[in-house]
Nanobody, 128 residues
């Protein structure tokens, strides 16, 4: 089994920056054989869970939602079993709970149901 734990959320002012981290843990062999593509999603109160960014196993391929393109950057360090989301020029509409997700297939999916592993989420609040 694989566990994902997010960190790095918090309160920041409009225009500020945050960096989220997601660490995968479990049996070492399971991490490297079961989790390939990783994604970040977010969910605001009363709204659906939306795709934010995704990255494949090697890190060569990334994808972003239109709302964050040019402001957020996803990256990964497979030695540390960690995925990052650098968030710059934050806006109040970025306020949400941010979730890390892992897929057993090395393809960047935008639908939550295509990811098998999820973290518990970390709150990001951007004040105006």
């Amino acid at each position: 089994q694989v566990q994902l734990v997010e960190s790095g959320g918090g309160l920041v002012q409009d225009g500020g920056s945050l960096r989220l981290s997601c660490v995968a843990s479990g049996r070492t062999s399971s991490i490297h054989t079961m989790v390939y593509a990783m994604g970040w999603f977010r969910q605001a109160p009363g709204k659906e869970r939306d795709f934010v960014a995704g990255i494949n196993w090697g890190g060569q391929s990334t994808s972003y939602s239109d709302s964050v393109k040019g402001r957020f950057t996803i990256s990964r360090d497979n030695v540390k079993n960690t995925v990052y989301l650098q968030m710059d020029t934050l806006k109040p509409e970025d306020t949400a709970i941010y979730f890390c997700a892992g897929s057993t297939i090395n393809n960047i999916y935008v639908r939550p149901e295509d990811y098998q592993y999820w973290g518990q989420g970390t709150q990001v609040t951007v004040s105006s």
